[in-house]
């Protein structure tokens, strides 16, 4: 029996997770179109989020580049197929990796700040202070870190692409031999626009989940300081599980019309 | 059943809220007319928290109904809460700064984000109710880390009275000071809110502090107010409750629970 209770209360407690986490992404939702929006504090977080997270994403997107030059020249070289590491690169990076790799960084860095931030201010009932100076919390904190993710996310990941192709251009001219112009003349003709926009998309639903997530984890932290680790470490979690499940589907529904 | 319409400014009326199996308010009434400075005593973990958050809206309650200036607000939302939330100030526990703004715009910020005063007055403003609460505009330039305990709940009052609200609540407001400072508070309160129309609420379970701000004080146990009156009566109250609470016994009709 209570094999059967354990496995009840965990999964009450995730629907009760998940419908608590429907309710606050309506309640983000629905404060986007309605002023007052506040922009300096917009600004702030596109810093932030966005332009701090540079250096991180572009060394990640950096050596990812290059090491998938690496490894797609082992399989390549197989079947004497060398010639196509210049495309498998370039849609590895600019469909997959480049989100994906920008998501999971940005997603450790911002997330758990964010969540943390929200956190401590939960927990030292500064959000209960906003309220009381006739502020919505919601529209305070949470919609200036959602819009600046969704703004800033595709901007790193364009970069991360570009940066990742390098690092790809840069492993097979030294290590594999490729020269530089024909490396970089496949590249230009393989590229098309789906790869470019199907990964931008990606960025804008990743750039979604990382701050909903650091924003719910926070707004629902507990207790003092243990409660605001907790949500830090859950923030980062549950985005980067949830970043590479939206992957996968997203990447379903791309294939699916021949996106 | 038809009720009588709710003429005090603030009232509670049969408000329940629990957490899970806890029941924390269990059929709370309680009515604080205009002007008047009501402070509600009680232990640890009694609701007296809880109470503040229903009026706020910040928690919810499952039953009863809450009334602001004769109308139900119980359940509003949007706009017509935004409307209600600024008749409000609150000082809470432990002060609740803003870390990431110099202490003068924590005191601005109701009137430039919650009433779109313009950042220059909002600012002239904020000094002035700095001065207010004894502290000079130096003060005003720091960040709330720089601040001690005490100045910051002094602060944390100056926040509350910025946009002249209407009704303040007062969140424990000499917890965690020095008899002096929780004195120099205590005379703030006072100072600051006698004499301008403003209804207060506030909790406490600090018997000094409560005999000098209050005129009339309320006991709540157990989720319900077991005893009101005059600030005057309540050394005579004849409830064995409050004869406890005041004198501090361990012994008496109310047991601690040591497990929550």
Redesign the interface.
Known sequence: MKFFAAVGRTTLGLLGEIGRLSVFTIDAITSFVRPPIYWSLVLKQIMWIGYFSLPVVGITAFFTGGVLALQIYIGASRYGAEQFVPTVVLVGILRELGPVIAGLMVAGRVAAAIAAELGTMRVTEQIDALTTLATRPIKYLVVPRLMAAIISMPILVAIADSVGVFGGYFASTRSLGFTGSIYLNTTMNALTNEDIFSGLIKAVVFGFIIALLGCYSGFNSKGGAQGVGAATTNAVVTSSILILAANYILTNIFNFFNF | MARAASTAKVELRGVKKRFGPKVVLDGLDIAIPSGQSLVVIGGSGTGKSVMI?CV???LRPEAGEIYVDGKDVTRIRGSAR?AM??K???L???A????SMPVWENVA??LI???GVKRKKARDIAFEKLAKVGLGAEVGQLWPAELSGGMQKRVGLA??IAADPEII?FDEPTTGLDPIMADVINNLIVDTVRGTGTTTLSITHDLNSARKIADRIAMLYKGKIIWEGPTAEIDNSGNPYVDQFIHGRAEGPIKMEVRG
């Open positions: 958050k706020l809206g910040i935004d939330l600024r409000f100030g609150m809470f526990q432990g609740a700064l803003f870390d910020f109701g984000q919650g009433r926040r509350a609540f």
